[in-house]
């Protein structure tokens, strides 16, 4: 991503929150940490990176949990994340993180299911500047049985996705829920959110996000 997309990502992060009623007990936020994250080349995972001092994933959970869902889950996979993460986090392992991220979003929807929960809240581990007033407008978003956060003109997770289609999500490949939003469009609600949907593939990006003195706002969100 170049400067000035990031750039104007962080413009974008400045809007103020409004506040929006806590997601209801029915929805588990899921953060997906599975990936091998073959992009990045810096000596350590990804995820284990760190901006303002904690690991990209601490972040992106950390948002999560004080969105105010009664449970937060991390599937993890190439790396184990009990170090990289609050310690209120529950941890799922896919076994079968290889084969993609379709494998990990059935991980998080099994174990939905076996719990009792009625609609995931899905995120991204290298997403670490949607706060928790995206997570919390996403929970809030019922109209549909889907619903995904736009920030600016993009639309990317963190996603809600109910129960009712679980069954029709990828069994395998890397496309996740994505496949499911181009195909059903019109069980889809895009929600604009405050926050931005940069996330970390490279070490290169993570350099222009530090450079832009983006990480400014973590604080204000924790």
């Known amino acids: ?40 080349v810096g000596g350590e995972h990804k995820l284990e990176a760190k901006l303002a001092r904690k690991p990209i994933l601490w972040w992106a959970t950390q948002h999560a949990l004080l969105a105010g869902f ?6 993890e996979g190439a790396v184990p994340v009990s170090d990289l993460v609050p310690a209120e986090a529950s941890i799922a ?41 995206a997570w919390r407008r996403i929970a809030a978003a019922s109209q549909r049985p889907i619903a995904v956060a736009e920030f600016g003109d993009r639309q990317t997770p963190p996603v809600r996705l109910h129960r009712d289609v679980w069954r029709l999500l990828p069994l395998d490949g890397d496309e996740g829920a994505r496949q499911l939003l181009r195909s059903r469009p019109e069980m889809v609600t895009p929600v604009p959110c405050p926050g931005s949907a940069v996330d970390v593939d490279t070490a290169a990006e993570l350099e222009h996000v530090r450079r832009l003195h983006f990480t400014k706002e973590l604080g204000t969100w924790t």
């Open 70 to 75: 009664a449970e937060v889950l991390v599937i």
């Open 1 to 40: 991503m170049s400067d000035e997309a990031i750039a104007d990502e962080a413009d974008e992060a400045d809007e103020p929150d409004e506040s929006t009623p806590t997601p209801p007990e029915s929805a588990l936020a899921v953060i997906l940490a599975a990936g091998e994250g073959s992009r990045y």
């Open 93 to 133: 392992h896919n076994d079968d993180w290889a084969d993609g991220q379709a494998q990990s979003l059935q991980v998080a929807v099994h174990y939905a299911n076996a719990f009792g929960y009625d609609e995931v809240v899905v995120g991204l581990g290298d997403q670490p500047f949607a706060p928790p007033e």
